[in-house]
């Protein structure tokens, strides 16, 4: 029952946020007001309830880690988005057709932390955290990965290959970061980061989404596997690419740290061995 009540409890800060940032209008500084409240309610939220489920301090969301936590995933982020978009770029399928706007990157901060901390208070903070306790780490990413991107496949341009590519580029290397860390700030600055450079900066669609334009008119063309379509960049192989790699090295300073959580079943087979 705590995978359930902790779910529905930031689902929920998420869904009346994204009703509230719908009911305003939708302009740019509601956007960054409601997107920035809608986050922070959710991270008080996400305490609260695991406080009342789990009788415990989140030592995931431990706030002497939030600012250096969320700083560094944040510019990996960017960087990460920076490096496939200039690789899209050099290849030809991405041009800048003129200057956004200021404000509307400023409306993308705001859609961006509310999109990145929801979404990974949900699948890292509550389903990948919880599914690891019996499936380990490695069961636990494999499912988290591939419910992320069959959510994504309910956006406005969705397609069955962008959702696969979210779920092993970002479903993955989200939860990798978490396992490396076992705190939720990192996978939380990467996954503002990456969004926000995909509308706010470069001008792309992030997700399928209909993102508005953020600081330039981004245009992406040429085979989806290069530019990724209507999904935007995220589909594109080279997202993949980087995501996997990011992936590796998350995965690789986890297990260096002694975190990967076997899974129960192996683990007490390993136990009674040990015991024999």
Known sequence: MRLLKQLVTVAAV?????????????GWLVSLVLGVA???????????????????????????????????????????FG???????????????????????????????????????????????????????????ALTAAV??????????????GGIAIAVEAGTM???AYAATRRLWLPIGLHVGWNFAQGGIFGTEVSGNDTATGLLHGVTSGP?????????????????LAGLTMTAVFLSVAHRRGRIVPARRRAARTRSTATV
């Open 14 to 26: 998420a869904f009346v946020g994204n009703l509230a940032v719908g009911a305003a209008g939708g």
């Open 38 to 80: 809608t986050g922070g309610l959710a991270l008080l939220a996400y305490r609260w309830v695991v406080r009342r489920t789990e009788h415990r301090e989140p030592v995931e969301l431990a706030w002497r880690d939030a600012v250096a936590g969320t700083r560094t995933g944040v510019l990996v982020g960017v960087a990460m």
């Open 83 to 141: 490096a496939v978009i200039a690789g899209i770029a050099l290849l030809g399928g991405y041009h800048v057709d003129g200057w956004g706007s200021v404000t509307g990157a400023a409306g993308l901060v705001g859609l961006s932390v509310a999109a990145g901390v929801t979404e990974e208070l949900l699948f890292r903070g509550v389903l990948f955290r919880i599914v690891e306790e019996r499936a380990g780490t490695w069961g636990a990413l």
């Open 148 to 161: 992320f991107g069959a959510m994504h496949l309910a956006n406005s341009d969705a397609t069955l290959w």
């Open 174 to 176: 989200l939860a990798a």
């Open 224 to 240: 989806v596997a290069l530019s990724g379509g209507t999904f935007g960049p995220e589909a594109s192989i080279l997202a993949v």
